[in-house]
């Protein structure tokens, strides 16, 4: 007789219990409500999950269907050509980048340049000028600005 895996019980009630809730119709409240349901119980044993118009975070793939429906006839033009919309609508549309704002929180600014005497003179002295013909031009031209020092 074959041995039976201990997970096939588990498997054979998730699937079970997902196409009872796939042969449900979902009805979703008009936006600004949520629906209390058997659900919203704390006693009961299992967790619903949010639906996709109700997540307190915005989604990462493009929304379709009722609740784009509901995004653009929520906009109402006024008189004073302003656009006033739906709580859910600013819900969706609020941009939220937390990785971005950790990057940023750690960044240290300022430490690139460290100055060094030597390396400086070395590019930009008076010896570094004369050695080039572009150098000789900047001390030339520097000379007849009336310039007090010609470099570094």
């Known amino acids: 007789m074959p041995r039976q895996s201990i997970f096939r019980s588990l498997f054979a009630a998730s699937s079970s219990s997902r196409a009872a809730l796939a042969s449900k119709p979902r009805i979703t409240p008009p936006s600004g409500q949520v629906a209390a349901g058997p659900s919203s119980t704390p006693s009961s044993s299992h967790t619903p999950r949010a639906s996709p118009a109700f997540r307190s975070t915005p989604a990462s793939r493009p929304l379709y269907g009722p609740v784009t429906s509901l995004l653009f006839s929520s906009r109402i033009k006024t008189s004073a050509s ?20 950790g990057a940023i929180r750690w960044t240290t600014y300022g430490s690139e340049y460290q100055p060094s005497q030597r390396k400086r003179k070395r590019k930009h002295g008076f010896l570094a000028r004369l050695r080039c013909r572009n150098g000789r031009k900047t001390l030339l031209r520097r000379k007849k600005q009336g310039r007090r020092f010609l470099s570094h």
């Open 82 to 101: 302003r656009s006033v919309s739906s709580p859910l609508a600013s819900l969706i549309a609020a941009p939220s980048q937390p990785h971005a704002l």
